[in-house]
Nanobody, 123 residues
Framework: QVQLVESGGGLVQAGGSLRLSCAAS????????LGWFRQAPGKEREFVAA????????YIADSVKGRSTISRDNSKNTVYLQMNSLKPEDTAVYYC????????????????WGQGTLVTVSA
């Protein structure tokens, strides 16, 4: 079992930055690929970024590529999403997720989910 708790969301002006954190419980944290997804009001949940168990490989969605970075610190059981040059269309609830089956972008292959943290970007 892995429990995930996101933090770091909030209200930010367009062009600003935020760093989201996701703290995980469980002794096997370093064995999971981790991902960030988001869901905007009235839209489907979509992939944002993912990182392999060792942190050596990452996937970044085209919608945030060049503006966002995913990283992890296995000694702290934490994964981060650094988001820069935020746009109003980045407004969404951001979810952290963990996948035992390896790195990917398919939300249905992620086994555990956090409750989400709201990011609101004002114009």
């Amino acid at each position: 079992q892995v429990q995930l708790v996101e933090s770091g969301g909030g209200l930010v002006q367009a062009g600003g930055s935020l760093r989201l954190s996701c703290a995980a419980s469980g002794r096997t944290f370093s064995g999971y690929a981790l991902g960030w997804f988001r869901q905007a009001p009235g839209k489907e949940r979509e992939f944002v970024a993912a990182i392999s168990p060792s942190g050596s490989s990452t996937y970044i969605a085209d919608s945030v590529k060049g503006r966002s970075t995913i990283s992890r610190d296995n000694s702290k059981n934490t994964v981060y999403l650094q988001m820069n040059s935020l746009k109003p269309e980045d407004t969404a609830v951001y979810y952290c997720a963990a996948a035992w089956r390896g790195l990917g972008t398919d939300q249905y292959k992620f086994d555990y989910w956090g409750q989400g943290t709201l990011v609101t970007v004002s114009a």
